[in-house]
């Protein structure tokens, strides 16, 4: 038997040369991307290498909770991990066929043979027993049993950086959701006081025009001025609201689940005590986990043209059967019923290849759609960088301009008042400081929120963050 099977043997060894696994390179980035970014030129930010557990840097212990929470409770983080097993179990399987695949049958029969067909001297009517084993290799000659396998891997590496950039996501979601906590707490306060010093104004107001010393007018004007103020409270408070329920979903809980601590969160945002560290464009192109997704999504596209390629070449496999038929009470081991098989299987589509060809031309066609995404997705990733960084740098220089204005505008409300009460100028002149004055708290405070938020976008778009919380396993 040994003798028989050796020509196929030595046959398979020298079609191996044949084998049709293409050769992948990964594609290169841009040169001009890997060297510093347009934006490090800001002293906001430091060219040093960027921080893993970014948030931290804010020093604040409930933030830090709250994003161990996000990364161990989201329903996206869960989705995604139920993702990467799906794609570990279809590795698995494409891993199973380099092994011998094997079945067993068997069955049992009870009937009645023609009186032609049946043998003289054995009954028409018995049992029939039948039972065997088959064992089957596929010779990978042509690759596609491997190209099948460096696809699969593509797949799960791919869900896996999908899965870091899912990360990403939810914890620059959830510092945002928390900024908008304590940023929208800072605008109702600065609201609520606005609201408090016209309340003043209208006391004093009032008094002066029941002395005869102002006019009805000027109650007028201060209390529309302060109902005015009053009237943006519920709009902020509603905004309050969203984040924190916001919050509550992307850390796994419902609203009224959430801690009270956060629910009572004060006004104080924190703040960055050095330049945010970014690092250059190779670090950013390396780090991001939407970058490594596309280029395996490559990879295993251009394995699947070596799998639609094997099948232009024929797919040999190496099969044997074992089994045993007994009719009646005939013992299926002796050796009258026992049979046995073994060889190799030919499978070639031949001479009509034309839907081979296609399936070729289809999958090179998927390889070069994902090379234009991954191509797509390194120019995006660079210009989200550039553009957060030239947002948060044009932020910080609009809180720097408002909060000049907003100190400028309290002195001029102090001296207005004073001048007001020592009647050196009119009561509208006071009202048009004061409203400039709640203007102005109002612009810088919403200016100081821009900023938090621009601090998140950056930490984003930079990609890091999912280093330090490996993903859960379903």
Not at 98 to 114: E, I, K, M
Not at 124 to 140: I, P
Not at 355 to 381: C, E, H, M, N, Y
Request: neutral net charge.
């Amino acid at each position: 038997m040994i003798r028989k099977l050796l020509p196929l043997l030595l046959g398979a060894t020298a079609l191996s040369a044949c084998a049709t696994v293409p050769a992948y390179t990964p594609p290169a980035a841009p040169q001009a991307a890997a060297g510093p970014f347009l934006g490090s030129a800001s002293p906001s930010v430091s060219t040093a290498a960027t921080a893993d557990r970014w948030w931290t840097l804010y020093h604040d212990p409930r933030l830090d909770r709250l994003v161990e929470d996000t990364l161990a409770q989201n329903t996206d983080v869960r989705v995604a991990v139920a993702r990467i097993e799906r794609a570990r179990a279809q590795l698995r399987g494409a891993r199973s066929q380099r092994l011998p695949q094997t079945g067993v049958t068997t069955s049992a029969d009870y009937g009645r043979s023609a009186a032609a067909q049946t043998p003289v001297g054995v009954d028409r009517e018995s049992w029939t027993f039948d039972g065997g084993l088959d064992v089957s290799y596929e010779v990978d000659l042509f690759g596609r049993v491997k190209s099948g396998i460096t696809a699969a891997r593509g797949d799960l590496e791919a869900a896996e950086a999908d899965a870091a950039a899912v990360r990403v996501a939810v914890i620059a979601d959830t510092v945002r959701a928390y900024f908008d906590v304590t940023t929208s707490a800072e605008r109702l306060a600065v609201a609520q006081q606005t609201v408090a010093l016209l309340d003043r104004s209208i006391r004093i107001t009032t008094a002066r025009f029941e002395v005869g010393r102002s006019d009805r007018l000027d109650v007028i004007r201060v209390t529309a001025l302060r109902d005015q103020q009053q009237a943006q409270i519920p709009a902020l408070q509603a905004d309050r609201d969203a984040a924190l329920f916001r919050l509550a979903t992307l850390t796994g809980r419902t609203p009224q689940a959430l801690p009270t601590e956060i629910a009572n969160a004060g006004t104080v945002t924190p703040a960055l005590a050095q330049p945010i560290p970014v690092g250059d464009g190779a670090a950013l192109l390396a780090r991001r986990p939407d970058v490594k997704a596309a280029e395996r999504r490559l990879s295993a596209d251009a394995a699947r043209v070596g799998v639609a390629t094997a099948d232009l070449y024929p797919r040999i496999t190496l099969g044997g059967s074992i089994g045993a038929t007994a009719l009646g009470g005939a013992n299926p081991f002796t050796g009258g019923p026992f049979r046995w098989l073994l060889g190799p299987l030919i499978n070639w589509s031949f001479p009509n290849q034309e839907p081979v060809r296609a399936r070729i031309a289809a999958a090179k066609a998927d390889s070069a759609a994902s090379l234009a995404q991954f191509d797509g997705t390194v120019l995006r990733a660079l210009e989200e960088t550039e553009r957060a960084l030239a947002s948060y740098s044009h932020a910080l220089e609009r809180e720097q301009t408002l909060t000049a204005a907003r100190d400028a505008a309290a002195r001029a409300a102090a001296i207005s008042g004073a001048r007001q009460r020592e009647g050196r100028i009119d009561f509208l002149t006071l009202l048009d400081a004061q409203r400039t004055l709640a203007s102005a708290d109002a612009d810088l405070a919403a200016a100081k929120r821009a900023v938090a938020f621009a601090q998140v976008d950056v930490f984003r778009a930079l990609g890091g963050g999912w280093e330090a919380a490996a993903p859960p396993r379903a």
